[in-house]
């Protein structure tokens, strides 16, 4: 169990946040059916770093993107994403 | 041929200091080439060979495996055996399974202390009898062995469970599978080691696949930490390595790897006589020969390859137990432990050819690969063997994500943390 630093809140124990799913297969609404299969049903699953989404469920509710390693957990990035993070 | 094991062998060794017992397998270098080569040397990947060997002749195959055989998975489960599941596929597969776990000890000459003590699933409310009774009735269809039991049949099985009435989860009943029971874990892995080895299969430990070699698109080898090894057709056995080793192929497969947990207890005097579990709460509560109370849960729910697992996961799974049974609350917890479970998107295993010639899968158990394992390897053996799945595993095919003819027994859908 470690520490996620929420994006709004600081850093949080991990077990107020829910892992939702890898940046990569959000379906792309533009695409084909055959890169939303893709997108759904495969996974890079790598021994290193990934970028995955999570939600501060029991907490602030806000979605973020983790830059997360599978083997140490350690967290090398965290991104605000939603309407808020909008440019 | 090796010495057999038996009442006589043991008699004859006590004239000779037992000193005529031999290695149980070899540990040769690896050759150039073999006509199979199987990435994993877990329960899965040593029973597909020593089928490959025993049913299909093929006998010039190796198993390479990273660390020592039996250390991954096969090590790392809480031993369970049944063929309960809803969907006919599934059902099928576990049910050619569990008849070859009733004869396996047999068959290898090795003591696999198969135990088929009953696996219950308890129901809490009338939704859930109803969904077991459904359950029940479809493995019945298929000739499979399951009966509804009421609480007092329960209480006569389990007396410790906490069957009264104003009980936090009551116990409106279970679907109880007698034939399901436990096995020990290591013995699985050694004993089809042994076997497999004394057929000719060669089983290189400490030799980590690190890419494949491709003419085209074929895969004609493994390149290894051992150096290159040619075959005619690998198969890939990894469990929770599944999506790293396929990835070297450049493959991306439908699985998360998430960390599932187990912990035992203190051996105490039998007090769990069946294996109970709780799909609604989800804990799985049995009690190994040595008589330490072994339990788990839930996966943790986010990808990992650590091989540990977050403790609050744990204690989900021990306060639904003790809920259930109070009795468990006196125990002290003895060992923890985790491994890497790779979780398919609709919760079935993939078993056939991949979309690289000369490369085969066999992934995706998600947390219930121990049971599968004579089935696993009976299947995979056959699909190795022939290029064509089995019909038990031809529905567990890598297309059947894009084709929509998913098996998804929990109908969850393509969320395995949600699983």
Redesign the interface.
């Known amino acids: 169990?470690y520490q996620i630093t929420c994006p709004h809140c600081g850093p949080r124990a991990?077990?107020e946040f829910?892992?939702?799913?890898?940046t990569d297969s959000v379906v792309d609404p533009a695409g084909d059916a055959q890169t939303a299969?893709?997108a759904?049903?495969?996974?890079?699953?790598?021994?290193g770093l990934?970028d995955?989404i999570?939600r501060h469920t029991y907490g602030c509710r806000a979605w973020m993107v983790l830059t997360r390693h599978?083997?140490?957990?350690e967290i090398t990035a965290v991104k605000a994403i939603g309407p808020e993070a909008l440019p | 041929m090796k010495t057999p094991y038996s009442a006589f062998s043991l008699l004859r060794g006590a004239l000779n200091g037992q000193k005529h017992w031999e290695p149980a397998w070899r540990d040769p270098e690896p050759r150039a080439s073999y006509d199979v080569i199987i990435i994993g040397g877990g329960g899965h990947g040593l029973a597909t060979a020593y089928y490959l060997a025993k049913v299909h002749g093929i006998r010039n195959v190796a198993v390479l495996e990273k660390s020592w055989i039996g250390g991954g998975n096969v090590g790392r489960n809480t031993t369970l055996v049944r063929s309960n599941y809803r969907l006919p596929q599934l059902h099928n597969f576990f049910e050619f399974g569990l008849k070859l776990w009733h004869g396996l000890s047999d068959d290898l000459n090795y003591n696999v202390m198969f135990s088929p003590r009953g696996a219950m699933f308890l129901g809490h409310n009338d939704g859930d009898m109803i969904k077991l009774a459904e359950r029940g009735d479809a493995m019945r269809c298929d000739g499979i062995d399951a009966e509804l039991l009421t609480p007092k049949q329960i209480a006569k099985i389990e007396p410790l469970l906490d069957l009264s009435r104003d009980a936090r989860f009551p116990i409106d009943g279970a679907l109880i599978q007698w034939r399901a029971g436990t096995a020990r874990h290591d013995a699985v892995a050694w004993g089809y080691a042994r076997a497999a080895d004394a057929l000719g299969v060669d089983i290189i430990q400490k030799c980590e696949v690190t890419g494949f070699v491709k003419d085209g698109n074929r895969i004609t080898g493994v390149e290894t930490t051992r150096g290159r090894i040619l075959a005619g057709r690998t198969g890939i056995c990894v469990a929770g390595?599944s999506?790293?080793v396929a990835?070297l192929a450049g493959l991306?497969?439908?699985?998360?790897?998430q960390t599932l947990q187990a912990l035992v207890t203190e051996g105490v005097k039998p007090m769990v006589q069946s294996v109970i579990m709780s799909q609604s709460l989800h804990f799985y509560v049995s009690q190994s020969d040595k008589g330490g109370i072994v339990m788990g849960g839930d996966p943790d729910?986010?990808?990992?390859?650590?091989r540990r697992g977050?403790?609050?996961i744990k204690e989900h799974a021990i306060a639904q137990a003790v809920t259930c049974m109070p009795a468990l609350s006196r125990l002290r917890m003895l060992r923890t432990w985790s491994g890497v479970t790779d979780m398919s998107?609709d919760g079935s295993p993939i078993i056939g050819p991949s979309p690289i010639d000369g490369l085969y899968l066999n992934a995706g158990w998600c947390y219930g690969g121990f049971k599968a394992t004579p089935a696993s390897g009976w299947t995979y053996a056959h699909t190795l063997a022939t290029g064509k799945p089995h019909e038990l595993n031809a529905p567990f095919s890598l297309e059947r994500?894009?084709t929509g003819a998913t098996i998804d027994e929990t109908s969850v859908g393509?969320?395995p943390?949600h699983r």
Not at chain 1, 18 to 22: A, C, D, L, S, V
Not at chain 1, 70 to 73: A, D, G, L, Y
Request: glycine share 4%; charged share 15%.
């Open positions: 169990m991990q077990t829910t892992y939702e799913r890898t299969m893709q759904l049903y495969t996974r890079a699953n790598p021994m990934d995955e999570w599978r083997v140490t957990h | 390595h999506g790293h990835g991306r497969l439908p699985i998360e790897s729910n986010w990808p990992s390859y650590a977050q403790p609050t998107f994500f894009m393509p969320f943390n």
